[in-house]
């Protein structure tokens, strides 16, 4: 436990590095080598979590998951591999959504858990909806595929919210905090690109990222 004490204290030092240095150009170096640090001690601690217990099929999506992620995480980094990187995180979300509909297989819903993650669907991309039909935003020509993309991982992060509050265990709290830090961090991205292009935002967007995929990841130990 203390290796993973380590590391998360380390994590916690380059994120908050990250946060001086993600929006200053002349800095694009430290940037890199920031970002890099934490998506490989994120990958580490899946990969130490998943292969030093007992393997289960949900959680070798999960590692599967943060795989992804960190190949996303590095080829957003440069424009020309932009693309590449956007459907690495594709990936990854999907990877992320399967495990969930296997740990939903294997539990009991009950009925307040449907009803928290209808609660939580509805007021999250009730909300979106509701500024894109009063044009407050607009995706404009990306209206179809973002709405699909955005309403899919709404559902994922309101089953985490249900998951972190009626699970049974560490996994379970762990693993649907970061779901629903996961979700608000795209809405973050979403508003920094389509409406707020104000640093701030995309500080909290790495904000709530980093701090997701990394409690993430921590799940795969309990």
Partial sequence: ?????????????????????????????????????????????????????AIELYKILIFTACCFAWFGDLFLLFKKTFGVGVFFFLLSNLAVISAEIVILANMQVSGGFIWVTALAFIAVYGGLAVMQITKFCSFGKYIVPLNIYISVMTLSGSIGVALAIFGTGVFTAL??????????????????????????????NSAFYFTGIFLIALSLLF
């Fill in 1 to 53: 436990m203390i290796f993973y004490i380590i590391i998360g204290c380390v994590y916690a030092v380059a994120l908050i590095t990250y946060f001086f240095v993600e929006t200053k150009p002349r800095l694009f170096a430290a940037r890199v080598t920031d970002k890099i640090v934490m998506a490989t001690l994120y990958l580490i601690v899946a990969a130490s979590a998943v292969f030093t217990k």
């Fill in 175 to 204: 693993f649907g905090t970061g779901l629903t830090l996961f979700m608000i961090s795209d809405y973050l991205l979403g508003a920094y690109l389509f409406k707020f292009k104000v640093n701030k935002v995309l500080i909290s």
